[in-house]
């Protein structure tokens, strides 16, 4: 059964950042990632931002699962996105 993907405001904002090749991977990164969240991803050590990440290239998805949601927190590049 595949997950629900939820956005949250700070999520939708670093998408819209993005260049268009990069939000065309990312959407289909998404897709797969809601398939199989826990096969795809990798827990963090410090839980500040969120409890999971999933890589797409040189970019970065933080994520919380819930029930049957995936709620997307960010979105950023590997830089930039622990700070």
Do not use: C, Q
């Not at 700070?10 to 998404?30: A, F, G, M, N």
């Not at 897709?31 to 990798?42: F, I, Q, R, T, V």
């Amino acid at each position: 059964m595949p997950y629900s993907l939820i956005y949250t405001s700070s999520s939708v904002k670093d998408i819209k950042k993005l260049d268009r090749i990069t939000k065309k991977r990312l959407k289909k990164k998404l897709e797969l990632l809601a398939a199989n969240p826990l096969h795809y991803s990798k827990k963090l050590i410090h839980s500040d931002l969120g409890t999971y990440r999933y890589r797409v290239g040189n970019h970065r998805v933080i994520f919380d699962l819930e029930k049957n949601n995936i709620i997307v927190l960010r979105i950023g590049h590997r830089r930039e996105i622990y700070r």
